[in-house]
């Protein structure tokens, strides 16, 4: 859905995230995240070593969180040299 609409949504969605990084906070909805356990197919299923944590997130957090990983890695490599 994102994507359909990145067109009609990407201005406000740069507003939000220059308005978190200004700010240093970030949404209390990105601070949340539903952890669902996920079976390995491995070994047997009464065994908690048999799965798997998942976070479940707002998907703009991750998209943030993906732009700022990947600025602050070019950064790094820059500052390196």
Do not use: W
């Amino acid at each position: 859905m994102l994507v359909e609409l990145a067109d009609e949504i990407s201005d406000i969605v740069v507003d939000l995230f220059n308005k978190s990084l200004i700010s240093g906070e970030v949404s209390p909805d990105c601070k949340l995240a539903n952890v669902s356990l996920i079976f390995k197919n491995l070994g047997k299923k009464s065994s908690v070593s048999s799965y798997r944590p998942v976070s479940v997130t707002v998907d703009l957090c991750k998209v943030f969180e993906s732009i700022l990983r990947d600025n602050m890695i070019e950064h790094l490599q820059r500052q390196s040299y």
